[in-house]
């Protein structure tokens, strides 16, 4: 998406290969802290995301906590697990949805904050072979999971398309 208007280079390529703790009790903090650190350590413009899942029966969680919901980072298996353990006794719809933060920290200007948001739904069973993480769980309101949709499909209208799509539209009215 952006590659076609403005030359992209990873954080290793410019010279920033430190973790930024994500301390923020929010998916906007936390963007904004990673996207202020590199920019801060590099000098060049950042732009960071954070993004998780949350589901209104759970009082918005696991949100921050998405990747490490079960208390280990990225084992997707016991997030999952966890997830509809704490979903059992709620019945169908069981709404949710996905929000990405993405965060432009530009070196002259104030940083700048992008969201997408893609609603939907927590189903009993896993359904589809694609994605990562939430995926099978997450039913669009298509009526397919998103480890059901190809990747092109799931890019078209997942949260970190959105808010891609914002900080594009953002870029080219300036």
Do not use: W
Request: net charge negative.
């Amino acid at each position: 998406m952006l590659g076609d208007r403005f030359r992209l280079i990873s954080m290793r390529e410019a010279g920033f290969e430190e973790e930024v703790e994500e301390t923020g009790d929010t998916f906007a903090a936390n963007a904004i802290l990673k996207a202020e650190a590199v920019r801060n350590a590099t000098g060049f413009a950042a732009l960071a995301d954070d993004s998780g899942l949350m589901v209104d029966a759970l009082e918005g969680a696991p949100g921050v906590y998405s990747a490490r919901f079960a208390g280990t980072h990225g084992d997707d298996q016991a997030n999952n697990d966890l997830l509809i353990e704490k979903l059992k006794d709620v019945p169908a719809p069981r709404a949710a949805q996905f929000v990405s933060s993405l965060a432009l920290a530009h070196p002259f200007l104030p940083t700048r904050l992008f969201e997408g948001i893609c609603p939907g739904k927590i189903t009993f069973a896993p359904r589809g072979d694609h994605g990562f993480g939430y995926d099978p769980y997450f039913e669009y309101e298509n009526g397919l999971t998103f480890a059901e949709m190809t990747e092109k499909e799931k890019s078209s209208v997942s949260h970190r398309a959105r808010a891609m799509q914002k900080l594009l539209e953002a870029l080219e009215s300036e």
